[in-house]
């Protein structure tokens, strides 16, 4: 049996691996997905005072430190209870939103987009930001980095630091916003919402102008029928920052809405011996191995997932672009509601849409008179005990679940990140772009890419999801029968 | 010698007070436990947090601080900070799993010659029953970072 | 860690001298086997072993070595740096090398001599030999730093020793502040009546010392005063002194004596009286008192207390007298200080089966002195508590709270000899007196201090040997009645003995003042365990103490009689001489130093500084050491969170070095990065 | 406050006068006694003179039993043998490994085995004293002992020996005066109140015993005492029965009643004499007891100061300043 | 060198969060100025080069290598031999490469706490089997393996040669631009490089150099959590009792947590010539703790010196929050580091 290695995937924030196996005809047998890291936040943050992780769990993830530091922050609101003023909550949205902007246009331009910019089977050492900023102009690079970095500037001004924010504190935040602050960042985001918009446009003409590609999105290779959560406000309609989380069916039906407290009643997490990341499934399904449909508890935690998982966006021009989306993709409107789309490189329109919304959401906070306020350090006198706090990452609903003992240090820490939410689907998806792609022995790097191109739409964060390491490993073997069914397990520890 | 296990412990001595213990104790022939190797130096309040671990790091069983009593200190009070420091290290030394006999605090004046012997035997029977610590082989040596050979290219 | 790479390139040459001390450290320790092991290390160059490396001929191979093999460095093990260390930095700046290249390694006092198993022991000294070398490689040059020495003396306590010290210096032409808690100079020795072997009048040979003091240009004299604060070093203190209000305007004063007749209120005289006689609310404490006018004591003046009298200002032909006086605040600088703040006198009470305060005629031996003294209260008449009965039998008892566990364990050392006084001038005044003197063991060591005894011993004193076991009224036999039962085991006869007499002297011993301790801090001295204070050398340095320029002397350092006291005042005297002499002095080297570069100012050792010889330069923004008042401690080494301090001859890398040269044997192979 | 009690062989015999006021008093003081169950005999003062580990494997079972059945409390003894060998005996297991040793080897046959310093051992009188506290003393005297001059004994056993932490001076003690004064007593100074009743000496030589006896009793006269106040059954008993002896045999005529503390505090409290056994005492304390006046004596004259212009002053006290 | 002349650059992450290519990425419009002078040749994060690729470059073909993450499993330790071998000059690029950084907190607990807490111990977890990832799997199609994993997280130095320390976490975009432009100038005008093995892109002195927050001698009666008190955004967050690694944190972020009221938490590691981070600001607190003086009764100094010192929450998670790995113990004997 030949065997195929992708080693290590590229373009996503951290460590994978593919492993294809091809039968004798050449055609896929089966593609793994590995995750060969992990670094054990779980355990090495037990003893460590509560309120020290919103700066200690943010390096789980570098590139979305701000969704850790927010996830964190709010488990600390909950562990101490302290809800925090609204003053408060504006200024994290305000920060929580330049953080989406930002993180969402590296993905496009520098992570996924290169894919579609410069072509699946282009150069592959082209094949990356640069090459985009080369493909389409200097220009248009220049406003690319010019987002990012007055977005990053944002971050600073608020968070303290651009990268791995410090400002979280239980039912507050370090500092205040002072005017000047307010005018430079007001200016910003009306910026965005024009580069938002310049993206849509590129988007257009690049992709949906491009019959192949939207050939390419369309196609079964690239599609799967799974649940799909999101978080959303009392109208239904997506926010990112804080609300219920929703979990709609292949149907479109709503399977769930459940208070992000409730995680643990709703989401259970399953360890396959190959990979160290674990896959979530949702219990109210229930597991049923790697497929699709209704009766499999996969789920799906994405820009897209976020779309099918609402009703809409709060912001006009968002709004306009998410029903031009489904209008698009052939989605019908069943009681009001668009049904899901299950196109996963759709993903990557979604993301733009969402910049959209973020860039507009950042306009209606800033100019909100309360986001200057002077009053966001409240004292502490609560004893904690335990709490969980949950916010949209980029990447998947995370969730941050602490409990502690009545000085606040952590007793027990569990945490469930945007990427794992997506690992079994993102396994599913190589697997059939696998199988959809690769035919009789046939191999080429752009075959390949297009593989990858299955895991990347995802924007899969391994950084984020390999948060845990167990340290040496137990050795485990594995005996299966010809059906691959597993009929005898030996373990022991080795070191 | 015996087969049982000999602790070496590491001895800061104050010069003034805890150092010329341990002359007195030698001087007045008191017969103490071999294993500590003395480092003289003009204060308790000299020993550097480093000190202590750089000896735990490189092969000893046990570091011994001492100095004059509070009160009595020749520079006033740097055993007070001695002591401050001792008790800080000793909060997260537990924490770091090493035994609180491993680090010890002796007040010992230029008169208590015996008082520094007896601290010293009454060490070396403690670090005995707790048995070698020597970091690098016990600690560090077996963690599973044993050198792994560059990838075929 | 950067240092250390660069230090370690170029190669030191480092001579290494194991000293057998006789047999002292060869008799257990392998001389040979240790010096054969050194030869070993790359950086040693000569290893030699020898006899006595203190003799001239050992210092000589040092010198030697240096000039022919051209070494960089040198490594003795032999005993404590405490004996020999300045020996062999000698030896080495002899040799043409700085001093302070020189590390000693002491494998006698901390190991042949503590432990008899020559294995371990031989062991421990290649350990101790092998941190020596490690260290010494990273030794620096050093320049003893120089200090001028101001000419003035603070001397504390105005008893003999201080007395002495005061002339000796003044004499010489420095001046001297003498400073007095009490009224007048003088101490204990005023209150005594005789003094022994020589029985001649204390206040004879005494007073005539105080008249001078009282009368000498060079010396300020401060009585009712206290020194409250000590700031800087040898060579220049800052001193504080608080002269309390005696009420008495000095300047108007005539020290006519009327106030003190005229006044109304009688008082228990505690103090120079023992308790024995009486004074009155202002007084002198005795007429010859130096400076002679008196002292207002207001807890016992019945205008402080009831508002009503003033009889000494009304009779006060000088208007003298002045109520409203304030303590007032002096301050002044000194180049040295002698501390001779005397003893206290054991308290009977603490003894209860001996009665004192009891049994009204049990009487200390200061209050014995009082009586016997022509000038005091019984004008030297011998009798009982009730002022007229002369006894027929006296007991004496000797070591009262010395030499007894539960009390001091020390001897007092003038107990015997003043009880043997006693014994003499009960026999002097009251010939018909039988005398019994109790003691443990009879110590005469002294200039005819044995001779004495032996005199006693014709004078008919029945010495009996043996720890009176306790004092009693309570009689049961014919001949007891009314009188005092001494409750005895003699030891030479092996029988319990009861002895009934009509008045017993128990010879208290000498203790710690109360306050020594306080004292201590303030001058920066340490005491012992019995709470006298540290000398620098018990020995070598018996009135110099811890702290350069504070010198110590008379019974503030342990139980003397008055030819010791008066011998160290005079010691403690000529040794300030001698610094003065010079002018400057130099000081040990070891100091701490703030490298600005690595300062960034954060202020943590600010505070730390026992000596405030940290400032803060607003300017630079970073910490600074005043290398003169650095006494060397390195806490601010220690605590330097940015490594910028460096604490010359004890620097990180030197100690790190010496540590690890100690853990040769255990620790692992200098850990190898694979590359 | 509850309390482990071992009450010792003597206390329902001869001694029942105190067992009968202290257990009186223990209510108006609040005090709880938790007699021990199957305790035995500590041994008295012979025996540890003929055969010591016997003796302390006897006391011992005690202790053992105590650390079994108390959880805490604190063990008390109204005997000073008692206490003592209790005393001594946790005192000696803990100082000799050896002892300790062999003890406990035979406690095991029975079972038991005892860990020294797991039992505090208390005289009765320091609880009343350090435990209870005079001012608590104080507060419930109804009837103060007004001019009744007393000699308080406190035997050669309770503050000894010095090396064990003694509640009171060994040579001196005060603790009793203390406890008589604020009962309103005149307690007489009794320079022999730590000395020895002889013990069982009456039982050896009567001749020693008598002539110790005698001593007390001198003295205690010589300062006036109307009667001797006592902490002990065995000095109690000595004192009392063999106070004819003395004086058949020294043809004097003392006639000191002697009174367990107890008795007095009882008496001061206002309870009824017949509640605090009085009257079983040989010598009787009736003519004694008469002498308690209903007034309080004026300040008592200070022997510290004499006026007369040519005496010398006696040295302050301690407590006076 | 590629034919085409330009010096190479490539970027690799062992255990880490993907934050140091983001800080790369921070340098912003300079990133443009990068792809002039650097080809790029390996950098996971961007760019699709394979490890096939690196293997089969020749040795010292890479000019600069940007080596972020710490050393967590035998995947990362490869990767540092092979980046070693390819590359001229291996630079330990920010505070885990540097010296273990959060990652190294791991050092703190032990393997089997971990592996048991993450698989088994855990609210959220579906494994009735108690199914461990292994290193090696046998499935129908073949055979799957997963690195293994150190016990002890270590940096980069601990397992290769290091020619250059770029610490921070991550560092700050201007100093790593400063440093980019130096090894550029090196490469390209044969400008001289810093000596081997010193730290670049940060200052000799503390952060409290750059910190703009007002200070006064220190003496610390006690310490507050972050929340318990609302500190004057003006003055030393330490002399307020609230804890700062500033004093022994190496300068170069320009103090930017102090400056948004939160206390640095020591990210650049120890300042020059300090060998343990943590020892010497646990030694500095201690110092500094207004508890007791010469003037007590020891078991009353003891006391009170207790108190204040327990007043600091988890001593070991504070002080070597970033520097576990490069600490002079390296980590815990066992598994105490819950604290």
Same mark, same amino acid.
């Given at each position: 049996m030949e065997r195929i290695t992708i080693d290590p995937i590229t373009r996503l924030e951290g460590h994978g691996r593919i492993e294809i196996f091809l039968n004798d005809e050449g055609n896929v047998d089966n593609a793994y997905l590995q995750i060969p890291e992990l670094r054990g936040f779980e355990q090495f943050s037990i003893g460590r005072p509560a309120e020290e992780m919103p700066r200690i769990t943010n390096r789980i993830c570098g590139v979305c430190p701000e969704a850790h530091h927010m996830a964190a922050t709010k488990a600390l609101d909950d562990l101490f209870d302290m809800e925090p003023s609204s003053a408060v909550k504006k200024l994290r949205e305000l920060f929580y939103s330049a953080f989406y902007v930002t993180d969402h246009t590296v993905h496009f331009y520098a992570l996924g987009g290169p894919d579609f910019v410069l072509g699946p089977d282009s150069d592959p050492a082209k094949r990356n930001i640069l090459g985009v900023i080369h493909k389409v102009g200097v220009e248009i690079g220049k406003q690319v980095i010019e987002c990012r970095k007055r977005n990053h500037e944002i971050i600073k001004i608020l968070g303290g630091r651009g990268i791995h924010p410090v400002a979280g504190l239980p039912g507050g935040w370090s500092k205040a916003m002072t005017a000047e602050e307010r005018d430079q960042i007001e200016e910003w985001s009306h910026q965005n919402v024009e580069f938002a918009l310049f993206s849509l446009d590129l988007f257009d003409d690049v992709v949906l102008g491009n019959q192949d590609y939207l050939d390419l999105i369309l196609s079964d290779a690239f599609t799967h029928e799974t649940y799909y959560m999101g978080t959303v406000d009392e109208n239904n309609q997506a926010n990112f920052y804080d609300g219920m989380i929703r979990v709609v069916g292949p149907d479109g039906k709503e399977l769930v809405k459940y208070h992000p407290r409730d995680y643990s009643q709703h989401v259970a997490e399953r360890v396959e011996p190959w990979s160290y990341l674990k896959f979530p499934y949702l219990k109210d399904v229930g597991w049923n191995g790697f497929v699709d449909g209704k009766d499999s508890g996969v789920y799906c935690c994405t820009p897209l997932s976020r779309l099918n998982a609402s009703d809409g966006l709060t912001t006009p021009k968002a709004q306009e672009h998410f029903e031009r989306f489904y209008e698009t993709l052939g989605s019908e409107k069943i009681n009001g509601r668009y049904q899901p789309v299950h196109h996963r490189l759709a993903t990557h329109w979604a993301r733009l849409i969402e910049i959209l919304y973020s860039a507009e959401r950042m306009v209606e906070l800033i100019q909100d008179p309360e986001i200057t306020s002077k009053d966001v350090r409240p004292i502490v006198t609560n004893t904690p005990n335990e709490g969980i706090g949950s916010v949209e990452a980029p990447r998947g609903t995370l969730t941050h679940h602490y409990k502690t003992d009545e000085n606040g240090i952590l007793t027990d820490v569990n945490l469930i990140v945007g990427t794992t939410n997506n690992n079994a689907p993102i396994a599913m998806s190589i697997k059939k772009a696998a199988q959809g792609l690769i035919k009789n022995g046939e191999v080429t790097e752009g075959l390949l890419n297009m593989v990858e191109m299955a895991f990347r739409n995802y924007d899969p964060c391994m950084s984020c999801a390999t948060h845990s390491l167990p340290g040496q490993m137990p050795l485990e073997v594995k005996i299966y029968d010809a059906d691959g069914e597993e009929i005898e397990t030996r373990q022991q520890y080795i070191d | 010698m015996s087969e049982q296990f000999e602790p070496v412990i590491v001895g800061f001595l104050c010069n003034w007070c805890s150092y010329r213990a341990a002359d007195l104790a030698g001087t007045s022939r008191i017969k103490y436990a071999p294993n500590m190797r003395a480092i003289r130096v003009m204060c308790s309040g000299r020993v550097d947090p480093q000190f202590v671990l750089k000896a735990l790091r490189n092969g000893a069983d046990g570091v011994l601080i001492a100095g004059c009593h509070p009160g009595e200190c020749h520079y006033v009070n740097g055993n007070i900070k001695a002591l401050r420091r001792y008790t800080m290290l000793k909060k997260t030394l537990d924490q770091w799993g090493i035994e609180e006999e491993r680090v010890q605090l002796l007040w010992a004046s230029a008169s208590e010659g015996t008082k520094l012997a007896e601290k010293v035997n009454s060490m070396t029977e403690e670090l005995r029953e707790l048995g070698p610590l020597r970091w690098h082989e016990k600690v560090l040596a077996d963690n599973g970072a044993a050198h792994v050979p560059v990838k075929e290219a | 860690m950067e240092e250390k790479k660069e230090k370690t390139m170029q190669k030191e040459k480092v001579g290494v001298y194991i000293c057998h001390c006789g047999t002292n450290i060869a008799g257990t320790i392998d001389v040979e086997e240790v010096k054969n092991w050194a030869a070993k290390n790359p950086n040693v160059e000569v290893s030699r072993d020898y006899e006595?490396?203190?003799s001239n001929t050992g210092q000589e191979l040092i010198e030697n070595d240096i000039k022919e093999k051209g070494l960089t460095r040198i490594v003795v093990a032999s005993c404590s740096p405490h004996m020999h260390e300045k020996t062999f930095r000698n030896a080495t700046e002899r040799g043409g090398l700085n001093p302070f290249l020189f590390e000693m390694a002491n494998i006698r006092e901390h190991g042949s001599w503590a432990t008899n198993d020559k294995e371990a022991a031989t062991q421990k000294a290649k350990s101790l030999v092998n941190g020596a070398i490690e260290r010494v490689v990273h030794h620096e040059p050093l320049e003893k730093i120089p200090v001028e020495i101001n000419p003035n003396t603070l001397i504390v306590g105005g008893g003999i020793a201080g007395i002495t010290a005061a002339l000796e210096l003044a004499n010489a032409g420095n001046h001297v502040y003498l400073v007095e808690r009490? $009224?007048?100079? $003088? $101490?204990?020795m005023a209150q005594l009546d005789k003094t022994f072997p020589t029985l001649d009048c204390s206040a004879c040979i005494l007073t005539p010392k105080m008249v001078d003091v009282g009368q000498h240009d060079n010396i300020t004299l401060l009585t009712y005063s206290e020194v409250e604060k000590v700031d800087g070093y040898i060579g220049n203190f800052e001193i504080t002194v608080r002269k309390k209000a005696r009420c008495v305007i000095e300047d108007l004063c005539t020290a006519c004596g009327i106030c003190e007749e005229k006044c109304p209120a009688q008082v228990v005289d505690e103090g120079y009286g023992a308790g024995l006689g009486y004074r009155k609310a202002i007084y002198r404490a005795f007429p010859q008192a130096v400076p002679g006018y008196p002292v207002l004591d207001k807890e016992n003046c019945i205008y402080f207390q009831t508002g009503k009298c003033r009889a000494c200002e009304k009779f006060c032909p000088t208007d003298a007298i002045d109520f409203e006086q304030e303590d007032e605040m002096l301050n002044f600088n000194v180049g040295n200080i002698i501390v001779a703040t005397g003893y206290d006198l054991f308290d009977p009470r603490r003894i209860p089966q001996y009665g004192y305060g009891r049994l009204e005629n049990v009487f200390t031996s200061l209050e014995f002195e009082r009586m016997v003294n022509a000038s005091g209260p019984t004008g030297g008449h011998i009798v009982l508590r009730d002022g007229e009965t002369k006894p027929e039998k006296v007991a004496i008892v000797h070591c009262v709270g010395s030499r007894d566990q539960n009390y001091n364990e020390y001897c007092s050392k003038v107990c015997c000899m003043y009880s043997l006084k006693f014994a003499h001038l009960v026999h002097e005044h009251l010939p018909e007196t039988e005398v019994f003197n109790f003691y443990i063991d009879m110590r005469t060591p002294g200039k005819g201090y044995e001779e004495f005894y032996h005199r006693l011993l014709k004078e008919d004193t029945h010495f009996i040997r043996g720890r009176v076991a306790e004092i009693t009224d309570a009689d049961h036999q014919p001949g007891e009645e009314g009188k005092l039962i001494v409750q005895v085991e003699n030891t030479l006869l092996g029988k319990q003995q009861r002895i009934p007499v009509d008045m017993v002297i128990l010879s208290a011993g000498i203790e710690a003042r109360e306050d020594a301790a306080q004292v201590a801090n303030l001058f920066k001295m340490g005491c012992d365990y019995d709470g006298f204070y540290n000398e620098r050398h018990p020995k070598l340095a018996p009135v110099a103490t811890m702290t350069d320029g504070v010198f110590i002397a008379g019974a503030c350092q342990g139980p003397k009689d008055i030819p010791e006291t008066v011998a160290q005042g005079g010691a403690a005297a000529s040794q300030i001489a001698s610094l003065i002499g010079q002018g400057t002095m130099m000081m040990e080297p070891v100091r701490a130093s703030i490298r600005e570069e690595d300062c960034s100012g954060c202020r943590i050792c600010n505070n730390l500084c026992p000596y405030n010889a940290i400032e803060y330069d607003e300017e630079k923004e970073v910490s600074k050491v005043i290398t003169a008042l650095c006494q060397g401690c390195g806490t601010c080494v220690a605590a330097c969170p940015s490594g910028a301090i460096d604490g010359a001859h004890f620097t990180n890398l030197q100690v790190m070095s010496e540590l690890q040269g100690l853990l040769w044997d255990v620790q692992p192979a200098p850990e190898k990065v694979t590359a | 406050m509850k309390f482990g009690y071992y009450p010792g062989c003597s206390i329902d015999r001869n001694a029942r006068s105190y067992h009968i006021s202290m257990m009186a008093i223990a209510e108006r003081l609040g005090l709880e006694f938790e007699e021990m169950e199957d305790w035995n005999c500590c041994g008295a003062t012979e025996y540890f003179a003929i055969n010591d580990i016997p003796a302390y494997t006897l006391v011992s079972r005690n202790l053992a039993l105590a650390s079994q059945q108390y959880s805490g409390e604190k063990l008390v003894a109204p005997c000073s043998a008692c206490f003592l060998n209790l005393k001594k005996t946790d005192h000696v297991m803990g100082e000799y490994k050896e002892i300790n040793q062999k003890v406990n080897t035979a406690l095991e046959a029975g079972g038991l085995a005892y860990q020294p310093g797991t039992v505090s051992v208390h005289h009765l009188l320091e609880v009343i004293v350090k435990d209870v506290g005079l001012e608590a003393i104080e507060e419930q005297v109804k009837k103060p002992l007004y001019e009744l001059r007393i000699a308080p004994y406190y035997g050669c056993m309770v503050p000894r020996p010095a090396d064990m932490e003694s509640f009171d001076d060994p040579e001196h003690p005060t603790s009793m005066d203390k406890l008589l004064e604020s009962l309103g007593a005149i307690v007489v100074d009794f320079p022999l109140k730590a000395q020895c009743c002889g013990g069982h000496m009456t039982q050896i030589s009567e001749e020693t015993a008598l002539e110790l006896l005698r001593r007390l009793l001198k003295n205690a006269d010589d300062y006036g005492a109307d009667m001797i106040s006592t902490l002990c059954p065995m000095c109690q008993l000595n004192l009392d029965a063999y106070q004819g002896a003395v004086n058949a045999h020294f043809g004097t005529d003392y006639n000191i009643p002697v009174i367990y503390f107890t008795q007095l505090i009882g008496l001061a409290f206002g309870i009824p004499e017949n509640e605090l056994g009085f009257g079983k005492e040989i010598v009787s304390a009736k003519p004694a007891l008469e002498k308690i006046s209903d007034e309080a004596p004026q300040?008592?004259?200070?022997? &510290?100061?004499?006026? &007369? &212009?040519?005496g010398l002053p006696m040295p302050s006290m301690p407590e006076e300043g | 060198m590629t034919e085409n002349g330009k010096p190479t650059l490539a970027m690799y992450w062992g255990a880490s969060c993907g934050g140091c290519e983001i800080s790369v990425l921070n340098i912003h419009e300079n990133i443009l100025t990068v792809d002039e002078i650097f080809d790029i040749v390996f950098f996971p994060c961007i760019a699709d080069f394979k490890y096939k690729d690196v293997e089969s470059y020749p040795d010292n073909y890479i000019d600069v290598c940007l080596f972020n993450g710490a050393i967590r499993n035998s995947e990362n330790e490869e990767m540092a031999h092979l980046l070693r071998e390819k590359s001229k000059v291996l630079v330990a690029y920010g505070s885990c490469a540097y010296e273990g950084c959060i990652p190294a907190l791991s050092n703190l607990t032990t393997k089997e706490a971990t592996l048991n807490k993450v698989y088994i111990d855990n609210p959220s977890i579906d494994n009735p089997k108690k199914t461990f990832p292994q290193t090696s799997t046998q499935m129908p199609e073949g055979e799957l393996t997963l690195p293994s994993f150190y016990h002890t997280v270590k940096a980069l130095d601990q397992v290769t040669d290091v020619d250059y320390y770029l610490p921070g976490c991550p560092p700050e975009p201007p100093q790593i631009w400063a440093v980019l432009q130096v090894i550029a100038g090196a490469l390209t005008e044969g400008k001289e490089l810093p000596p081997k093995g010193s730290v670049v892109g940060a200052g000799q002195t503390a952060v409290c150099d750059e910190c703009p927050l007002e200070k006064q001698e220190k003496t610390i009666a006690r310490f507050y959590r972050p929340y318990e008190i609302n500190p004057d955004p003006d003055i030393c967050l330490l002399e307020q009792g609230i804890m700062c690694m500033g004093p022994a944190t190496r300068s170069g972020c320009g103090a930017l947590c102090p400056s948004v009221g939160m206390g640095c938490r020591?990210?650049?590691?120890?300042?020059?010539?300090?060998?343990?981070q943590g020892a010497k600001m646990l030694s500095a607190i201690a110092s500094v703790l207004d508890a007791g003086d010469e003037t007590m009764e020891e078991d009353e100094l003891e006391a009170l010196i207790e108190e204040a010192v327990d007043t600091i929450a988890d001593p070991s998670g504070t002080f070597y929050r970033f520097s576990m790995a490069h600490s002079i113990l390296q980590r815990v004997k066992n598994g105490k580091g819950e604290g």
């Open positions: - | - | 006595f490396m203190c009490e $009224g007048t100079i $003088g $101490g204990h | 300040e008592k004259k200070r022997r &510290r100061r004499p006026g &007369r &212009r040519t | 020591g990210c650049y590691g120890p300042t020059e010539g300090v060998e343990d």
